[in-house]
């Protein structure tokens, strides 16, 4: 089981990195924040569904095609946990590299949605949250709890759907 989950993090993983590049250079420059937005979340929904693939797998071909809710929560929670911990190496990676150039994307986003008394409230909260905003580690854990919540949700619904008993 335990190569199953690595082998499965590991392509869960791969796809969320590939499909993060991609999303930010060829969809959020010339789409926007917002296409950005929903391309990223569906990308980590895309990636994640390796988790239900890895539980179908382990039903079919390892335990002779009977598996308890358990058993899938349990595989589906560590491919959600080890993808989310390399997500987070790679996106503290990602923010250190283009971190800068993220940030003034995002606030000229911001300078473009909001009126100028919506924007200087805007500008006063990112002062006041610079020293965590600016962190590579703090935007690498944000990225870990989001693709570890989303493969959580996946995890649960994929062993309910998958569970068999013989």
């Given at each position: 089981?335990?190569?199953?989950?690595?082998r499965y993090a590991l392509i869960a993983t791969g796809l969320l990195c590939v499909l993060g590049l991609l999303n930010w250079f060829l969809i959020a420059r010339p789409l926007?924040?917002?296409?950005?937005e929903i391309v990223g979340y569906l990308s980590m929904i895309a990636a994640l569904s390796t988790i239900f693939f890895a539980i179908k797998h382990y039903?079919?071909?390892l335990s002779g095609g009977t598996l308890t809710f358990g058993q899938g929560f349990r595989i589906g929670i560590w491919i959600t946990?080890?993808?989310s911990a390399m997500f987070f190496i790679y996106s503290c990676f990602y923010f250190m590299v283009f971190g800068d150039e993220f940030m003034a994307w995002a606030?000229?986003?911001?300078?473009?949605q909001y009126?100028?008394?919506q924007y200087q409230a805007y500008l006063s909260q990112m002062e006041q949250m610079d020293p965590l905003y600016s962190s590579a580690v703090f935007q690498g854990l944000v990225m870990?709890?989001?693709v570890f919540f989303i493969g959580l949700i996946i995890s649960l619904i994929s062993a309910s759907v998958l569970k068999r008993t013989a």
């Open positions: 089981m335990k190569q199953l989950i690595v926007g924040y917002q296409a950005s039903r079919s071909q946990l080890i993808t606030d000229a986003h911001f300078k473009e009126d100028t008394q870990f709890l989001t």
